[in-house]
């Protein structure tokens, strides 16, 4: 699962962290602190002899002495004290800081916006190869920005500066608030609560809506299937088939009926069962196809489900993300569920269709099996590419 993108994405990271450090110096050399010379000191010279005085005045001269010594002494504690008032505490604190920003400077790094320009081009090409579309590269482009561009970046850093970076970027796109399915169905006081899957041709939803159903079923709750697909043939007994397995029943009418009077009945009956979910499997259409997009409006005129579900394909990549935005301005989407994720090896589809569509991501679909269907969780996907 996403193995191609988090192997370009690693291998982007690399490149530009290497071209970065490349700019920054290896070891910082410190200004050797300055050597104190050894001055060779004169030899006093000779004292004259002086002659001897007499007691009383020696002793005068001593008193005198003392006294001018205090005189002073006192004169230059005052000097002494004044100064050690207007030196400043902190003098020690701002030699220190200063050769700290000194060291700085050394070994940091400001990357301009041209150079980010040029080194982003190697985690777009990444982005772009693996489905991602490019409004969401345009948004990890400007994250990235904001955490790099005129910032300055130590080199043991800037690895890690990438990666959080991203990670923060990609966490951002994959988390649009959504409110737990489970839950919401049984806060709905009026039942039953009306599930609609949408989509093109193709893309799983018959296959998804058993899986919901099971899912359902192992949180207790009573389901009911709608076969509003009348025009593919073999569609109502595909859904039938998976019916049977499940133990549920299904309202159906012939080929050529019109779809929205399938899902008025199969509504009706959910009431008078008291069924907790209807779940409605829709024909699948093109999005361009404008006829097709009517009828789809006029189900949901009638069927008013209270939940629109999208359902597509993940390895279809930029397609996926195309036909969601498609289906959302024409009918409106409330949620979406990627088929196939265990098997996409890109990964741009499932990072890229929350945001451009600013719908959550409900499921992914991750096998064969009933039990296949699991809740989104972004941080696996966080996990899945190594970030």
Not at 227 to 243: H, M, N, P, S, V
Not at 286 to 297: A, G
Not at 360 to 376: A, K, N, R, V
Request: glycine content about 6%.
């Amino acid at each position: 699962m996403f193995k191609f993108l988090k192997e370009k994405l690693k291998g982007a990271l690399t490149k530009i962290s290497k071209d970065v450090e490349e700019e920054i110096p290896d070891e910082v050399v410190e200004t050797p602190k300055e050597e104190k010379q050894e001055v060779k000191k004169k030899p006093a010279p000779k004292k004259k002899p002086k002659k001897e005085k007499k007691e009383p005045e020696i002793k005068e001269e001593v008193e005198e002495k003392e006294e001018k010594q205090e005189e002073k002494k006192g004169f230059l504690s005052k000097i002494f004290k004044k100064k050690e008032e207007e030196q400043p505490e902190e003098v020690e604190e701002e030699k220190k800081g200063f050769f700290a920003k000194l060291k700085e400077k050394v070994v940091t790094k400001k990357i301009s916006t041209e150079k980010f320009d040029k080194l982003f081009w190697e985690l777009e090409l990444a982005l772009l190869e693996n489905n991602v579309a490019v409004e969401v590269v345009e948004k990890i482009k400007t994250d990235l920005k904001e955490d790099l561009v005129d910032k300055p970046i130590n080199r043991a850093e800037v690895s890690t500066i990438l990666h959080k970076s991203l990670k923060k970027s990609v966490e951002a796109l994959l988390k649009t608030p959504t409110e737990d399915l489970v839950e919401e169905i049984k806060k709905k006081k009026e039942k039953p609560y009306v599930i609609a899957f949408i989509g093109v041709n193709g893309s799983g939803k018959t296959t998804t809506i058993a899986r919901m159903t099971h899912l359902l079923q192992q949180k207790k709750l009573t389901c009911v299937l709608v076969a509003a697909d009348t025009f593919r043939a073999g569609a109502k007994e595909q859904l039938k088939e998976w019916a049977t397995k499940l133990k549920v029943n299904v309202i159906a009418h012939d080929y050529g009926a019109d779809p929205a009077a399938v899902c008025y009945d199969g509504i009706e009956y959910g009431k008078k069962q008291k069924a907790d979910v209807v779940l409605i499997d829709t024909a699948g259409r093109q999005h361009s196809n404008v006829n097709l997009i009517k009828q789809m409006e006029k189900i949901m005129r009638i069927a008013k489900p209270d939940k629109k579900i999208f359902v597509g394909e993940s390895i279809t990549g930029n397609d996926v993300v195309t036909q969601a935005k498609a289906f959302d301005q024409s009918v409106g989407i409330d949620g979406i569920i990627l088929t196939k994720a265990d098997v996409d090896e890109k990964g741009g589809a499932t990072i890229s269709v929350s945001y451009v569509t600013g719908k959550p991501i409900l499921y992914i679909g991750t096998g064969q099996e009933l039990g296949d269907l699991e809740p989104f969780d972004p941080e696996k996907i966080i996990t899945t590419l190594g970030l």
